[in-house]
């Protein structure tokens, strides 16, 4: 059943791209009833953005999260550890260890926060400002890509309907 | 910007269960530019359902990509390792080593490939079959409520969106 449907929308929406990572046609089998299991899908797809975005950004080694971090101290400096690891779903241990590393590489920088003796405010250094500027460029030829493979239609859709789901 | 954006939906579609995970409104932070990669989005969805469906499994211990494993060879009988791989976009050496844990548990068998030497045709033991149609069953409640919290009509159209992409 999923091969067929798999077939049809490859012969009407064929990959414009040579980098899109399709497994070959014949060694496709019966997805069965994974077929109607969202997570499936949404796990395909996030892993194939996922290895597009960091085969991009890998010439300044900015993983997603690293990125995503950076962009919401740089929209809110100041913020403090918990609201980042709130707002990004983020588990503060691993928030941590993120952190550490973007200090270590003198990106981002923990200042004591005038409000809370035992919270940090977070703010991006002068380099760290200086790499998400070209992190923000490579991440946006990234999602020109996406929206080419996947049609600026189902592009816009997806990104609406997940982000209205704000899960 | 994505602030006002994700308070907006939130008025408009109040939590459904009391399960679904949000963080403290005060909370959340500008997202900045993220608030366009869909590669953000669909990741946090990602998390939320895996986690959902993780929960759900748990009395039978089965993780989603040991069930995508389990459903693909059930609907396969006779399959190869290489063939599972490429249809579920999984690693060889990655499914080699899940392979190995459900054949420990005695829900997976290799037998020798009729046709290649050098293959195994893969197949479920009588107890993987019997594991498989009670995860079957809670998967499904699994994706129901996804279906509930998501709106029917949003987790369909994601499905189909996602589907037809087929990455």
Redo the contacts between chains.
Sequence with gaps: M?NR??KG??RT?PPPTPR?????KA????????????????????????QD?IRTLATIDIR?AQY?VL??I???PG?SQ???A??L?IERARLARLLNKLEKRDLVERLESPSDARSHALRLTRDGNRTLKRA?TL?AK??TR?AEI?GPE??K???D???????
């Design positions: 999923s449907r798999l929308s490859r929406t899109r990572p399709r497994a070959d060694a496709r089998l019966d997805l069965g009833v994974l077929d109607g299991h969202l997570g499936y899908f949404i796990r395909r797809l996030q892993v194939w953005v996922f975005f997603p995503s962009v919401v740089a929209a809110n913020a918990s609201q980042i709130a707002t779903g923000r991440a990234h999602e996406l996947l189902r592009h859709l997806l990104i309907s997940l982000r209205d789901s704000s899960c």
